[in-house]
């Protein structure tokens, strides 16, 4: 079950964007924490027990990249599932994006039935596997 | 690299009519292909990035703040539009960053990586780069009946 998700993206517009689709895709019941670079979302995973990240990749401060690996590195924050929402969208940026363990990687323009679909099939799987039903 | 100029415009205005549909909800009613792009006034926003690899560019919008206004009214709640002046240039920045973007997959083998510069943008004031003696490629955009640009500088 994801009870707190943590979006970071540096424009507060895109940010609203991933917000809207998260409320459509049905997840109205969820804490939406917002970081608008990778040093701050490592703050919030510092302090906050958070479930799934989305983050965009180009970023000031630190990027979407370095994020991942920052939490893909930490025994603390490994498990936590991290998403890479990017408009730098080869096939090979995207497969080093999933060799670094990113759980997916969407390219913008977002396409709203795709992200949707993948985050309530993924939404399901983590409650059966949290609660065994 | 070797990219014709068809090539180029044919995937810009795919990526600009695939962007304005999913991120502006609206179709792009006719495209014009334009030799200079026009001052930027007061009331619009100019935004743009450089394309750093492999094609070495400078990608940029003039959009008029009534459409980015229109934009952001169907996309914010009212708590957020309180903010609506801070959020113009984040949301003609967006635009940059994912049609410079999806211009560049479209334009490139899918195996050929590329990077984008961050965005930049200003009210009333055009870029430099849009004076400089280069090769440009300019759209004009006819949305909603507003005018749109825009403005690709090659090197």
Known sequence: MWNNILIVDDSAIARSFIRRILEISGFLNVKVVEAANGNQALEILKTLEIDLVLTDLNMPEMDGEELLKRVKRSPKLNHIPVIVITSLGSSARQQKLVSEHAMAVFTKPLSLPEISQFLKSHFDENAENKYGN | ?155
């Open chain 2, 1 to 155: 690299m070797e990219i014709k100029e068809q090539d180029i415009v044919s995937s810009l205005k795919k990526s600009l009519s695939e962007v304005f549909e999913n991120m502006a909800f609206t179709e792009i009613e006719t495209f014009d292909q334009i030799s200079t792009p026009p001052p930027v006034t007061s009331r619009s926003f100019a935004g743009w990035l450089s394309i750093e690899a492999p094609l070495k560019a400078d990608f940029g919008l003039i959009i008029p703040e009534r459409f980015l206004f229109n934009i952001l009214q169907s996309t914010l709640d009212e708590s957020q539009l309180k903010d609506w002046q801070k959020m113009e240039g984040d949301l003609i920045s967006e635009y940059c960053n994912t049609i410079a973007g999806d211009f560049m997959k479209n334009l490139l083998p899918p195996d050929k990586d590329f990077d984008l510069s961050l965005p930049n943008y200003k009210r009333g004031e055009s870029p430099a780069y849009f004076y400089e003696k280069r090769e440009m490629i300019t759209l004009a955009l006819t949305v909603e009946s507003d005018k749109i640009y825009c403005v690709l500088g090659l090197e």
